[in-house]
């Protein structure tokens, strides 16, 4: 039966996605990423081989799975011109069934300045982002001056828009920032450039996707970031620019709300972040120090540390509550292999004032501290597991708590990063 399903983190990113997007889509079509840009960094890895990748879609490793990137997308050309070069060196086509939405707003080079020069300028107080020009390029479509990727193709469109665009920037670039300015030629040079290599891939996204559902194919729709950090709903301004929930499904890529069928929650089995902003589970002690070791926390795009703490319920549900998410896949259960004892926080607490909602704003997050329930460890190996039998019952509490605690019932369990490392309870595209 044709199947449509949404993929997406329920934390602050690198849950996993791209290991379980890679594995369902053996039961895809096609699979289409619908907001964030080459900020993302989703890791697979098929019998010991490890690929990362950053904007293309992480059903590229199964053949006959045609990708694409929906118009929520910021496109770098640059980076997915690098993307490209290397995954075809690793002997993976992609030109041919890569297709990318002409509506997508395309990462210029002034996006990047603004990006980092605007962390530089914030100080201890800087955002952490990726350094990419994701902020800035949304910023441009919203405010109506973006380039978008159909533009490329088009000289005497683009000269025009960019000429209106660059100089706006540049005079912030100049005389906010005192750096160099752009140059004009340059940059649209390189522009009709990188549109001539990419002019094959150019797209309608949204008539494609409608197509493959007339003919009653089945899409998986590979979500970025995590719900936390999402424009409106996560704990801004410690976000991301795009909205990184199940709604953005629909925006970013022309399918209907009711076109979806499945939106499955990804969600490590305890919690990391990168960059900055509130993480009230988070660990300074030795737990801390176990799990960035165990779970091998470093940024897949950037390399920074990640911040480690334990599993937050009460992140979680609102999480489930804001996704629609139907079923979760709790990953990275083989990191808490080693603790003798596990905590997830139920509630949050404000001096002695106990509650157990979200709070609305970033200064509301400021003072809290986690109300935990302690859950006895199993001290023995799940890493590889895939038989939902042989799990300990004291994993098994803890898959109880999570889909008590939040009322959605756990569909899959990651065990290991491995592409067949996996208890699959129920398929989503079943
Ligand atoms: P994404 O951004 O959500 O796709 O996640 P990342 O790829 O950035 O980070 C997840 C990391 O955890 C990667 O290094 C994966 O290879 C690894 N990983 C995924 N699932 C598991 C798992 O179940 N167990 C272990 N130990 N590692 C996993
Ligand atoms: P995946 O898809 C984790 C974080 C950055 C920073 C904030 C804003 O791999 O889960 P940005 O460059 O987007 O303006 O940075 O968002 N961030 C991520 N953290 N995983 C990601 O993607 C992220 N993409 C952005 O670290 O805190
Ligand atoms: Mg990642």
Redesign the pocket.
Known sequence: MKKNVVVL?TQ????G??KIVDLLTDKADAVVRFQ??H?????LIINGHKTVL?LVPSGILREGVDCYIGNGVVVAPNALLEEIKQLETAGVDVKSRLKISRAAPVIMPYHIIL?QQREIAKGGKA?????????PAYEDKVARRGIRFGDLFEPERLKEKLSETLSYHNFVIEHYFNQSPLDFDEVYAQALNYGEQLKMTSADVTADLHNLQEQGKSILLE????SL?DIDHGTYP?????N?TAGAASTGTGLGVTDINYVLGITKAYT??????PFPTELFDDDGTMLAKNGVEF????G?P?RCGWLDLVALKRAIQMNGVTGICVTKLDVLDTFEQIKVCTAYKVGDKEFNHFPASAEAWENIQPVYECLEGWMSQTKGMTDIAKLPPQAQKLIDKIENYTGCPVHMISTGPDRNENIVIHNPFV
């Open positions: 983190g602050w990113g690198d849950e996605k791209g964030g840009g900020n993302a960094g989703h890791t950053h990006d955002i952490g982002t990726t350094g990419r020009g994701i902020g979500g970025a970031q995590g950090l410690f976000v991301t620019s795009s990184t990391t972040r990168v960059g900055s902003g940024g897949a795009t950037t920074r990640r």
